[in-house]
Every structure is written in structure tokens, then in C-alpha cells.
């Protein structure tokens, strides 16, 4: 039954001789509650517009109500016309006009008040949470549910048995069903003692945070690609989702669970998992092709906003804020103003990956750096000093640079004019003019396999470009043979005419800011070094090119394993050919430092260095045994280094300077309005916060996140509570539960919804204390079995006169089905299994079903690489919801397409095989096999019926038949 507030008014007749009653107090909430929802906002009817006090005196005659036309209207119930108004609202209206029509806060707020079409800040979710006793007797769930059933004289249904509270219970909290030997022994002893040491095992199950983050990521619009035109996938938006686990597992406190979603990087900028959260933030859609038009783009921008603004609304609020994006919110108190102020607190957000570091890994990694830095300066000197005494023995003038490993100078050929590397010309690639000729079609020269291994490397280049229009080739290129790891010097790959480090997926590339390449056909020094600690410089010309920076240790070419190319990124890539000429390109085993590339640029293509043998050979004794040292601790050190775990590359807010924020007419780019400062929704308290419009954006995000998640918000608890008591009943207490506004529904047990978000509250935000509280209640406990007569006053079941039955979600089913066929792999975290082909064309990825075979793809579904538009065709049958969008409530349909798709499914058929093949090993006789396969699926023996059937049935088609037959039946996916 649904019911609306309406704000009462002490409306009570006046004496003649009472003083005319307060407009802000009396006469602009009636107004605002029967008046402005038509004569209000942009084109009020009839042109009158009441909520001003100039247009409404136009109306009004000071002291005559008789020669005032809008009492005149009044009196005679022509205004309002469907819905006069009371003998004791005209009174205070009359009253108010014939004692001088005294305005006061001009214009009037049209939030003011509820009123039968739209809320106002009086409206029932926006009240503080009452603290006060409820006036019950051992206030507790319980309390509150009889209260409800007796008004409407109901009593509730007996508590279940002992199998189907186990079965309720595990599914509930792990989304897997309960092994035989948790039901036996809980039908052994089902006191409330060894039900409650149940609740706290399950609680305590690292299952519960798989089960629990499935809930959140519906509600937040998980998706690992970004949707749109090319739907790239995000190789590592799964940090988010393995935080979400952990942070459910550990019982997060819920206010510290929001903030760092919300401004964990700024909060505590040294907590990694603080990065990782902010991944709800930018868990959406993303458009990745923007053009020219900076108003399209413009635009694009506002929408991406608009989907942020809905999820931290809906989620934490439980309010439709994104509606007031063209105009105020039509059914809930939330101006455009809001919006704005809104938008402006988010305004800095905006999506890509970023590396995150362990305080004490990155610790760590600069001791051993430095360490290496200050005994590699000791080795640079000795071997200066040799190096020079071999150029003086020479009698030559070349100065005494770094000695590559490989050099390949191109005057005839492609032989590495050092090592074993030779280079074989390939699809039109020559050599003219000492250089080597590329086409960028796909003219390329590929080396020899190298036999040693590289992980620390420097790679070098004089490469002269005919022309600026093109894009992504490689200069030099170490990589697998395959192209599948590779780091390479790259020209205008994400930025035009700029060099970058190329490198698989992006994982070692960053951006740089350097100044754009100007000079044609003349000859350009690139050189790219990286460090065993992950450090990545480049330098054109000698000098740095952008600042270096720090990743992830560099990968390890193992021997065998790794070659060279010349003129393309790599193997395999697309769009990766360079139009150029490569006059000399050098490889280096070590990571140069910035004063021997400048050397090696001031030296020129054509200088050759001392060879390793000529050095050594001019050292003392007492310096090659220094020497041998440093490179034995130097060993020593990288070693250590890579035991290091290295930084990661996370999915996450990537936040830049907010821009200033106007409020924009009709929501329009094109016309924009007053600026605004961030700030939150003007109905819930200290929504203003404090900062200047140009406030930085951490400081914005911060303030959001504080006014968000405190108990004086009274939407905060209250949004999550009943997010609990949805998932946990099959429906809220408010049977929408993103929407706390007019359209969305009312609260069953208000009583109850405020009582259990003080306790939330009481106990630090504990939600594992109301999901305990809750759990232990005789509503949760009670039997599904129907009631006619409850049935006919309350079919829905919204005062909880029993269980409702609940059906399982799609991952649920899945992961039943392997956890039953003993499939299941409970491998927690890291990177998700794919069962989809990722193909591309023409710059857009597409991403097909597949069935694959393996251990690695039988962990939990929430492990699944889950990209949008694609889902497999049980998890779509069974109502799992595409990504793109919140889900904060699944669909359950029942449909035919369920039942074939539990017959006939390939991995349904593979994991009936594999049931049948766990049954015949666990059990011998045919009796015994039936009823190991009903303990299994059911918890529970065969009815004297039942294994007749079954025997009949195994006899004619085999047991992998009848595991499908368990797996299609309703008792295995629909909990009692």
C-alpha cells in the first residue's frame, strides 16, 4: 500500500481581533503546500506567478480581501480548482490580506513544503532519524514487525527448519550453498546458541565479501570497458573490485567505505587502497572519441558528469540528483543551483589509470636505488678512466663515450656491427645513403634471437622523418617474439608530433609534456633508458624529454626468448610502421645516465666507443677487482629489487583542475549562467561548504565526501539500511531502494528503518552488526510457507507475515552449479578470467562468448572479466543486469529460455559430467549415488517417491542426465 506526507498545519479559525498571522511561518508554506506547484518556475498558469511578491500584490489588495482577486478566487473554490481550499487555510489566507498583506522572504521557497504532486524539505527521508524510544517493549526487528502484523491482525509464520535456515543463511551471506555436513550438524543442535555461532562463521567467511561486493558493484555500474563507440577494455579496473571485497570482508566501517570512494587519494594520499577506491567514481561509461568540436565535447563532458553525479547521489543518498541537470527537480527538493554545486565538487574527476606504490615497497625500492646510483657513479668513474687511457693508447680523439652491446650503423647493411644482432631487411625496407629507408607501410627490419638475457637497457636512435602525418611507428624496438611484451621508441602514438615510450597495453607509457617535434628530414636523437627500479627516462637531442618517472620494474627478456625490429611498434600492431630513416641505432644493457646520452648525442652517429676488452685492459688490478665487486653487489641489488613488488597501474580517478562550473540554462553548454562553488543539496544540512569557487579540486571532492557520509545526514543510514534489508528480504522497506524522493516508495516500517540506522550507527557503522542483527531475527527466520489469509490483506508480504522465497541471481546460480559439481575454484582476487573472445575492427572492440575449459575459469562469476554489451548466456537468461547502467534492483523474470539454457548449455553439460563423476566417487550403490546427488544439490535425502523416479530415471539416461535434472529443478535455484 503506498501513502504520501502531507505537511499539517495547526490550521485553526482566527479571532477577529488575532493578530494577521506570520507569512514565513503560516502563509508561505500554505501557499508553497497548495498553491505553487501551478503558479510557480519559468511559465506558471494563467501567468501569476505566487511564489514572488511582485507579480502575487498584483493580485492583492492590502487590508480589503474583498477587492482582492485572489481571495475573490479563493472564496469561491474556483483556486485551487480540483482540491479547494479548508475552511482554516482560507481563514489564515483572508486574515493574513486584511491585516495588511505583509510579504516576507521574497520569493518563497517552492521546496518549502510537501505537497500531493512533489516532496519538499519537510518530506519524510530528509527529518532528521529519530533517537527518542519508539514506545515498544524490548525494541528490537521484532518488535517492530508484530506491531505491524497485529494492527492488521496478522501474526507471524513459525520459524523454518533446520535445513532451509542453513540453506537461507549460506546463500545469503556467500552466495553458496552449505555443504551436508553444516546442515546435519546444525539439525543436530538448532539452539539459538549454535544458530548464532552460524551467523558469525558465515560472517566471517572471506565468501561473504564475494557475495556482499556482487550487491555493491550492481549498484555502482561495474563494467571493466568503456562502452561507446570503441569499448576499450580496462585491464585493471579489477583493483576496485578486489577492494570492495576486502573492505566488506574486514567490516569497513560504511562512513570510511564512502569517503575513500569518494576522495580516498586525497584522504590518505599514502594508502594505495585508498587510490583503488576512488574506482566508483569512474566505475561507468566512458567516451573515449571526442573531436574537434568543442562543443560536442563540451557537451560529452556534462553527460560523463551527469553519470557520476547519479551514482554518488543514488548510491549514498538515495536521490534522483541528475534530474535537476535542465531545470529543478520536478518531484523532489533539489534546485539546478544543487546540481551545479554538485557538479563542481566532481568536477576535477575524470577516468584513466594511474600507478599506485606501498609506502614501504617504495621505500624499499629508493634505498636499493640509491645504493645502486651511488656504486654505479663509482663504476661510471673507473671505467672513464679506462676508457680514456684506451682512447690515448689508440692515439684516436674521440672522446670516451658508453659502449653499446649492439650498433647497428646501416652503411650497407643491417649487421650489428658489435654483436651476433644482424638484422634482415623485410616487405620493401632498404638501405640507401648510410640510413635505412621505411615506407610506413610496412617496410621493417627484423633482428637475430638474442641468447642472454635484458632487463635494464637503454635504447638509441638518429632517425630523420620526411613527414609529421603519421602516427604510432616505432624507431627501435625490443620485444618477445611474438610483439606480445615490448618497449620501443615511438613517434606520435597517442600525442601528434611528440615521442613516446611505447610499450604492451600501455603499462610502462606515460604521456610526457615536452615540446611537440619541428624539424623534418634532418636527423633527431632519441634514446630511451630504464632502470632496474623502474625508472624510465627520454631525451631527444641529449637532454631530458619530459621528466622521467616511475613505474613498474622493467620486464625480463629471458634468453631465446626476445629479438629486435626496426620501422614498427611491434608485431602484430596496428597502425605501427614509421615513415623515416634511421641513420644508427644503438642497444645498451644498462640504463645510461643523463650525462652519457649527452655524450653520446655530442659524439654523433658515426663515433665508436672503446670495446669492453680494451678497457679492462688498461685498468690496474686493484680496479678490476673494485670493479668485479661493484658488479657483484650491483647483481645483489637488482635481485632485491625485483623481489620488490613492484607499483601498480590501477583503474581509478585520475583527477585534474576542475574548471569553473556555471549553471547552465535548460543544462545547455551554449548558455552558460551564474558560477557556483562546490557544494552539496540544499535540503539536508551544511550543504554549503565553505570553499571559494576556484577551490582546489582534492579540497572539493574531501568536503563532499565529509558531508556525505555523516550521522547528521539523515539519508546516509538510511539509504544503506534498507539496501541491507533489500537484499536480505527480496524487498526494502522502501521498495526503491536508490530512490528516497516523492516517485520513489515509502517506508513499510519507518519505525524500524530509523531504528536500525541509529544501531548502524551506534556501533561505528558496523554493517556486519545489522547484517547479525537482522540474520538473528525471528521476521528473518521465519517459514516462506503461504498464508491464504494473510495472502488476502497482504500479498506482497511488506509487513513480513512470513520468508519470502527468492530465487538466486544468475552468478549465484553459477557458482552453485560449480561449487556442487566439486568445480569450484576458490582463488580470491587478481586479474579476472575471460570467457568472451576480445576481437577488434576498425578501432572498435568486440567481445563474443566463449566456453572455455580450465581450473582458472571455474572461480566465483565475480571474478569474470565483465565488459559491456556481452554477457554469457546463463548469466543473461538469469536477469544479470548489463553494466552501463545502476542497478540498485535486479529484474526476476521466469522465462522458458531458463530452463533450456539449464539443459542444454555447454557448461552446463560439462559440469553435469562432472557431478556424475563426483557422485560415482563418492558413493557405490545406485541408492547410495541418488542420495549423495540430493545431499549435494538439496542438502537433504530423497523423498520414498523421489528416489524411485530418480533410479528410473539414472537407469534409462545416466547420472550426468540427472545432475541437469537437479540443476534445472526449482528447489536448486529458488531458496525457501
Known amino acids: 500500500m503506498r501513502w504520501f506526507t502531507v505537511v499539517l498545519f495547526a490550521f485553526v479559525s482566527l479571532p477577529l481581533d488575532a493578530a494577521p498571522p506570520d507569512f514565513d511561518k503560516q502563509v508561505a508554506p500554505l501557499l508553497a503546500q497548495r498553491c505553487l506547484d501551478c503558479h510557480s518556475g519559468a511559465e506558471p498558469k494563467g501567468k501569476l506567478d505566487l511564489s514572488r511578491k511582485a507579480p502575487a500584490m498584483e493580485q492583492v489588495k492590502p487590508g480589503q480581501s474583498a477587492e482582492s482577486e485572489l481571495w475573490t478566487r479563493v472564496a469561491a473554490d474556483e483556486m485551487p480548482p480540483k482540491k479547494p481550499l479548508s475552511a482554516d487555510e482560507k481563514a489564515i489566507l483572508k486574515s493574513w490580506i486584511d491585516g495588511g498583506a505583509v510579504w516576507g522572504t521574497d520569493p518563497i521557497d517552492p521546496f518549502a513544503a510537501t505537497t500531493e504532486h512533489r516532496a519538499g524539505r519537510d518530506w519524510w527521508a530528509l527529518k532528521d532519524i529519530r533517537t527518542a524510544e519508539f514506545g515498544l517493549r524490548n525494541v528490537g526487528i521484532d518488535s517492530f514487525v508484530r506491531a505491524k502484523l497485529e494492527a492488521k491482525g496478522l501474526k507471524p509464520s513459525p520459524s523454518a527448519d533446520p535445513r532451509t535456515l542453513v540453506r537461507r543463511l549460506s546463500f545469503d551471506l556467500l552466495g553458496l550453498p552449505p555443504t551436508a555436513e553444516e546442515i546435519d550438524a546444525f539439525a543436530k543442535d538448532p539452539s539459538e546458541a549454535a544458530y548464532a555461532k552460524l551467523v558469525e562463521k558465515y560472517l566471517a567467511s572471506p565468501h561473504f565479501g564475494e557475495r556482499w561486493a556482487r550487491h555493491w558493484l550492481d549498484l555502482v555500474r561495474y563494467g571493466e570497458s568503456d562502452s561507446f563507440e570503441r569499448n576499450e577494455p580496462r585491464p585493471n579496473a579489477w583493483h576496485y573490485r578486489d577492494w570492495v571485497i576486502r573492505a566488506l570482508n574486514a567490516d569497513m566501517p560504511y562512513d570510511r567505505f564512502a569517503k575513500l570512494q569518494l576522495a580516498g587519494d586525497v584522504l590518505e594520499p599514502g594508502n594505495p587502497d585508498a587510490v583503488k577506491a576512488t574506482g566508483f567514481l569512474v566505475a561507468g561509461i566512458h567516451n573515449t572519441v571526442l573531436g574537434s568540436n568543442k562543443i560536442a565535447n563540451a557537451a560529452a563532458r556534462q553527460d560523463e558528469l551527469e553519470d557520476i553525479l547519479a551514482a554518488v547521489g543514488q548510491t549514498f543518498l538515495g536521490l534522483t540528483v541528475q534530474c535537476a541537470r535542465c531545470h529543478d527537480h520536478k518531484f523532489d527538493p533539489v534546485s539546478q543551483t544543487d546540481y551545479y554545486r554538485l557538479a563542481a565538487a566532481l568536477g576535477g574527476v575524470h577516468f584513466g589509470e594511474r600507478t599506485v606504490d606501498a609506502p614501504e615497497h617504495a621505500k624499499r625500492r629508493r634505498d636499493l636505488s640509491a645504493r645502486l646510483e651511488a656504486i654505479g657513479q663509482r663504476q661510471a668513474e673507473l671505467e672513464t678512466a679506462g676508457r680514456a687511457r684506451a682512447v690515448a693508447k689508440r692515439g684516436s680523439n674521440i672522446t670516451g663515450i658508453a659502449s653499446p ?274 557544494g552539496g543539496v540544499a535540503c539536508l544540512p551544511d550543504a554549503d561548504f565553505g570553499v571559494p569557487k576556484d577551490a582546489p579540486e582534492g579540497i572539493r571532492r574531501a568536503k563532499l565526501a565529509a558531508w556525505i557520509a555523516r550521522k547528521e545526514n539523515p539519508l546516509f543510514a538510511r539509504v544503506i539500511i534498507n539496501r541491507l534489508w533489500y537484499h536480505h528480504f527480496g524487498t526494502g522497506l522502501v521498495d526503491t531502494p536508490s530512490d528516497f524522493g516523492f516517485n520513489g516508495g515509502r517506508p513499510s516500517h519507518p519505525e524500524l528503518l530509523d531504528w536500525l540506522a541509529n544501531e548502524l550507527i551506534r556501533s561505528n557503522w558496523s554493517l556486519k552488526h545489522v547484517h547479525r542483527l537482522i540474520l538473528t531475527s525471528a521476521a528473518y527466520r521465519q517459514s516462506s510457507a503461504a498464508n491464504p489469509q494473510a495472502l488476502a490483506i497482504d500479498a506482497d508480504n511488506r509487513l513480513l507475515w512470513r520468508k519470502t522465497p527468492q530465487r538466486l541471481e544468475a552468478e549465484a546460480i553459477r557458482d552453485s552449479i560449480l561449487s556442487v559439481s566439486g568445480q569450484l575454484n576458490p582463488a580470491m582476487g587478481g586479474p579476472p578470467f575471460h570467457d568472451v573472445r576480445t576481437y577488434g575492427d576498425k578501432g572498435t572492440k568486440y567481445y563474443e562468448p566463449i566456453d572455455p575449459v580450465g581450473k582458472e575459469f571455474h572461480r566465483r562469476t565475480i571474478y569474470r572479466f565483465s565488459p559491456r554489451g556481452e554477457r554469457s548466456a546463463i548469466l543473461e537468461t538469469f536477469d544479470c543486469p548489463e553494466p552501463s547502467a545502476l542497478t540498485p534492483r535486479r529484474q526476476v523474470t521466469t522465462t522458458p529460455l531458463q530452463a533450456l539454457a539449464l539443459w542444454n548449455n555447454s557448461f552446463v553439460l560439462r559440469m553435469g559430467r562432472h557431478f556424475a563423476e563426483r557422485v560415482e566417487a563418492e558413493a557405490k550403490s545406485q541408492e547410495e549415488k541418488i542420495q549423495r546427488a540430493y545431499r549435494l544439490a538439496y542438502g537433504r535425502d530423497p523423498s520414498k517417491d523421489e528416489a524411485a523416479l530418480s533410479a528410473a530415471f539414472v537407469a534409462k539416461h545416466g547420472l550426468t542426465a540427472f545432475a541437469r535434472v537437479l540443476f534445472n529443478s526449482n528447489e536448486f535455484v529458488v531458496i525457501e
Request: glycine content about 10%.
Open 405 to 678: 652491446t649492439h650498433r647497428w650503423s646501416f652503411d650497407r647493411d643491417a649487421r650489428d656491427s658489435i654483436g651476433e644482432l644482424h638484422g634482415d631487411l623485410k616487405f620493401g625496407a632498404k638501405i640507401a645513403r648510410g640510413r635505412l629507408v621505411l615506407d610506413g607501410k610496412q617496410a621493417n627490419v627484423v633482428t637475430g634471437i638474442l641468447k642472454k638475457e635484458i632487463r635494464e637497457k637503454t635504447l638509441e636512435a638518429w632517425v630523420a622523418l620526411p613527414t609529421f602525418e603519421q602516427g604510432g611507428g616505432g624507431v627501435i624496438t625490443i620485444e618477445t617474439l611474438n610483439g606480445g611484451v615490448f618497449d620501443s621508441i615511438v613517434f606520435a602514438e597517442r600525442q601528434p608530433k611528440k615521442w613516446v615510450p611505447g610499450s604492451n597495453g600501455f603499462t610502462r607509457t606515460r604521456d610526457l609534456i615536452a615540446d611537440p617535434e619541428t624539424r623534418l628530414n634532418e636527423p633527431i636523437h632519441v634514446a630511451i633508458s630504464y632502470a632496474a627500479d623502474g625508472r624510465i627516462a627520454m631525451y631527444r637531442d641529449g637532454k631530458p624529454y619530459g621528466d622521467a618517472y616511475t613505474i613498474a620494474p622493467p620486464p625480463t627478456y629471458k634468453p631465446d626468448e626476445w629479438h629486435l625490429i626496426f620501422g614498427i611498434r611491434h608485431t602484430g600492431g596496428g597502425r605501427a610502421f614509421l615513415t623515416g630513416e634511421i641513420d644508427e641505432a644503438r642497444l645498451y644493457d644498462r640504463a645510461l645516465s643523463t650525462a652519457e646520452i649527452a655524450q653520446s648525442f655530442a659524439a654523433g652517429p658515426s663515433a665508436v666507443g672503446v670495446t669492453l676488452d680494451e678497457l679492462l685492459a688498461q685498468l690496474t688490478d686493484a680496479e678490476k677487482e673494485e670493479r668485479k665487486a661493484i658488479l657483484d653487489e650491483q647483481k645483489q641489488i637488482r635481485a632485491e629489487l625485483a623481489g620488490v613488488a613492484a607499483p601498480t597501474p590501477v583503474y581509478a580517478v585520475n583527477p585534474k583542475p576542475a574548471p569553473p562550473t556555471h549553471v547552465l540554462a535548460r543544462g545547455s553548454v551554449e548558455t552558460p549562467k551564474a558560477e557556483v562553488a562546490a
